[in-house]
């Protein structure tokens, strides 16, 4: 395998001399059909907004034959220790499911045996606290769950909360209230244990190592909240085999997982697994891993116009690299995904925000670009101004569902409000491609305003688990074209350093010490 | 007055001469000391971490002279017609209370009287709701406050309702429970309703023009799942005197705004005192316009030196338009303004994302960056490695508070929570100012990451009141620096437009029709 920079590829120069498609006029129906790939879990990822043609495409083909895309992605699903600065593998996609056939052993354990393991456990513990065979230490049921944890222990879980909540309420199946505590700001805990019964609450703590400040800080927070409840029977751990927290006496079971799992990919392990497992039921976390798992099978296609996530990832590349757009917008249709891109912001930007390739070598080219969006409408009543006449081209991903998640509707002039909401979606994308004239400029749309969309007939948990690996996905296969490690962060280190030299006093830092003085 | 196009001033040419300033080494504790202002409601804002000298802070004393921004401000609040665009006053500050002794009389109406007679209106009305004497239509009282609306009636009230819960649940006070439901996709009120007994909830339907689409819609929603509650016992309007809305049969009462107060200007009129007089009293809000009041008559300071909007308005400019950096990280260090950077995406991003001047002329220079932001220090878990060690520079606006709002918190290896935050903050603003030299360079960091700091001793309603006008004032002098109107939103229209095609069934347009075949 080579490993090579992106700069050193043959098909990049001559990307870069393939001109950017006026998507003002291109837009028919030919067009629109055809520039779509099935992504799993029934989304299609329509791209026929982006500035490309057949000949652009041809090109992404030579790059990612070139960079060996599929190649690096069977070589990590192979146990390859892809991560190479931490001198690990990257196992998150075993955790839906073995892709290819290979045993991957790693430190002596079988680790799809290990994952499935987990699961396992982890099935029978959710169902003992959904019927009440698991009960609080006053003997009540539990009716709250509770994640404690941060980043990738928080925000992964908490976006796919927030959809399947919705979706277990419309499909009336049992849900448990989900709760998140995250920030070492004591007010963030406060709030949520002002507003839950702590006798009747679960609580997770997640952190891989066992020692993450936030965490553990929120964790005694709360326990010294508890009274006279006993911690052994409402806490429980999801952490590595080897950490403290593994062997704490204070917490009812621990589920593990292992160094093989970044963060920003763990909401598939025992991290999502537990709260979700809990909140909304095995079955629906399930189905979840399997809509992912079939998006991990579809990406080892290796044409690039069957590839939905490879195809994402080439266009990123030809935006950001070819014509030097700095940010992407992430836009939902759905209000059930009002937390995925804060999700993503962490998956995409911690693992390719990097200046260096997976070597530690310094790089010349822009890698990821700044990653936001909240949902539509939402949006269109807030930033789309920037977007639609703004100085700067931003490209979006656009994201949207048929039906809605409870399926409670109204029509009011003649139209339901799914069918408004996709109404505005479908407005949005032609309105940002193709603009509009007019004599004043005031009123003037320049178009070529860069779209793709994500689109199923609803966010089920088998799509929202296709969506997730999508992404995953396309982050690795951007990792792979820019040649850089997705699956370390060694850019969180200093300021963590820089946190306990304050919390010792400065040590006499001058510039600590004046900042300091300013609280 | 002269409004001239930033690239016709003097003073911006020889501002493009001035080099950044290498911030690595240069914060001292004497640096740390001076640059910084008062900015209302017991705020410091610090920018000793901006790439500034003295020398470019007196260009930009020349520029802001230039521009005449003391002048354009005062010519507004002296009832000018500041929005060129759409031939009206701005008129947001007065809602705080007069910062000039004028009368503005407009549309023959005493409008400082006016805004007076509303919020005293208001007063009046929530100390109905809040003590019982006004109740639902089974005689129960309200505990719940549901507000109804989209962008500027949707993120500036919400996020200012977060904040205050907080405040209030930590001070005692005495608070009915906010809830706010905005987009069209009928999953939001769905979700909503599922949480709130409706017999006990008072809904505010928010909209100016009373013909909002999101607005109206979830208002029908609404009333089609009250039973056989009465809409005029549960219902109230906040829009404009000549509103559909504002005659309506079905509205208990209706509390006015007008076209003076721009959407994401309006969280200090009647669109937020409403929702948060009734659900965190009067007094408080009252609170909120008081810090308010405080910037804006800060902001008649013509010395940049001292007025701190000025200052960050002249820094934003420096970064965007001589340094070319297209973004802009908002990072709170208080749980409580989790949603102010979505608030902040509005008023910046709706403002000043545009592409001609006031006159409606195309300009030659970059406009609104993108702003996004998450609280700390859930930031640092998610996107700071690309703002540590990615690729492009990230300018950063920091806030930070020394107390927490409940007051609730714990020690643990011998410091607070809030200690701990406090200390992440400062480490982060040192981190990445100066950087850090590593032989490896994946452990490198090439620090001259730039931010500012505005911070107080908490986040009382004084301290909100004076950050939200900070960001108004801020918005709106970086408007007449780039000479745009920064008050009306003509590049939201088109997706409008279309999406009443669509709903009309596409009129034959083939884009729109492929689109919509999707779902």
Redesign the interface.
Known sequence: MKYNNLDKAASFEALKKIRPVDIRTV???QR??SF?IPAGGGM?Y?YAAMPVSEETVDCFQKLADEQELTEKYRSLLSGDVINL?EARQVLHQMLRGPVLQHKVIVDGQDKNAFYKEQLERIRVFSEKIRSGELRGSTGKKFDTVCQIG???S??GPRALYIAL??YC??KGIKLLDGQFI??????????V??RINMETTLFIVVSKSGTT??T???R??VI??MGKLEPRHHVVAVTSESSPLAHSEGVLDAFFIDDYIG?RYSATSAVGAVVLSCTCGFDVFKQVLDGAHEADEMCLEPDVRKNAAMMDACIEIYLRNVMGL??LAVLP????LLRFP?HL??LS??S?????NRF????D????P???G?????G?????????????I?PINFI???E???G???V?????????????L??????F????DDK???????GNRYSS?L?AKKLTPQTLGALLAHYENKTMFEGFLWNINSF????????????????RGCEG????????S??
């Not at 995250?182 to 709030?191: Q, R, Y």
């Not at 080219?365 to 990821?368: A, D, H, L, R």
């Open positions: 837009l028919t129906k629109i059909d779509s299609q329509s600065g941060i980043g990738g928080d925000l909540k919705v309420e419309g995250s920030n070492v700001d004591p007010d963030d805990a406060a709030e244990l002002s400040l936030e553990l800080t929120n005694d927070l010294s909240a963060g700095p940010c249709y759905s209000q059930a804060a912001q962490q930007m911690e390719n925000g990097k200046h260096v530690g070598e310094q790089i080219y822009s890698t990821e700044i990653v936001f909240e949902p539509g409408t939402n269109q009543h807030s930033f789309y101004q920037l977007l639609h006449q703004g100085t700067d931003v949207g569902f048929s809605s998640q409870f409670k509707d109204i009011v002039d003649s139209s339901t409000s799914q069918r408004k909401l996709v109404a505005n479908v407005a949005q994308i032609v309105a491609a193709q603009g509009k004043n400029p005031n009123k003037q749309f320049a969309l689109s370390d962060q060694e850019g969180v280190q200093l300021g963590k350093v820089l946190a306990k030299k304050v919390l830092d001058e510039a600590l010490l004046a900042y300091l300013k609280f």
